[in-house]
């Protein structure tokens, strides 16, 4: 049995990563992590070419990440939320495995975990969901192609701002946006997955909730 996880952080070693590592090392299975930023293709450009081949005619990177989806016995795919969205390369990444649902169902039944992290604090939600709608845009995708959806890892990430020098003067700054006037990269600090131990719990126990399902198949 093999986890396949992704990260469509571009970030080094980001929190992303590391959540979606953590995962896929509580299966205690045979695993492949993937930094999709290391791998170059375009979104799906719904020509349905792939119809009849379940291959993508668009012979780039996607090619390669869907065969290793294919061959995968589950899937840990995980995203951040910039705009309050699923980030473009883990949604170009789900679009390009449309070629493995025709007449096959190629993912179908397979135990699949959404790792989601977000900038936007849990008391903002409100005003901006964007845990909800990362956290949804992968799980309808699973949904969606007969996965068996196992649930979801989220934590809070941080914004770009807080590397940005030009923070103090900027009319912009995401910091100011969401904490006030007089918030700075130094009174805000960084988030790191390490430090929330409610998150490390549940990425621990998704991970066993995939071995657990594949030992039931």
């Known amino acids: 049995m093999k986890v396949l996880g992704v990260s469509g952080s571009p ?67 995980g995203g951040f939320t910039p705009y309050s969205s699923l980030d473009a390369r883990t949604k170009a ?3 390009r495995l449309y070629p493995l649902r025709h007449n096959h169902g190629y993912l179908q039944g397979k135990p699949g975990v959404a790792v989601v992290t977000s900038a936007v604090p849990p008391e903002m939600q409100e005003a901006m969901p964007a845990v909800e709608m990362g956290v949804n845009a992968i799980k309808f995708f699973m949904m969606e192609e007969g996965m068996n959806y196992l649930g979801a890892v989220t934590c809070l990430g941080n914004v770009p701002c807080v590397k940005c020098d030009n923070n103090k003067d900027c009319k912009m700054s995401g910091i100011k946006m969401m904490f006030g006037e007089e918030a700075t990269p130094e009174s805000v600090g960084i988030n790191t997955f390490e430090d929330q131990h409610e998150v490390i719990e549940n990425a621990y126990n998704l991970g066993q909730q995939v071995a657990i399902a594949l030992n039931a198949n």
């Open 11 to 77: 970030i080094e070693n980001s929190n992303t990563d590391r959540i979606v590592k953590t995962v896929l090392e509580a299966s205690g299975l045979e695993t492949e992590f993937i930094k999709l930023a290391d791998y170059v293709y375009v979104p799906c450009k719904a020509c349905l070419g792939c119809r009849n081949t379940n291959e993508c005619e668009v012979r780039d990177d996607g090619v390669v990440l869907a065969e290793k989806a294919k061959n995968a016995d589950a899937l840990v795919i």
């Open 93 to 95: 990444f789900m679009e």
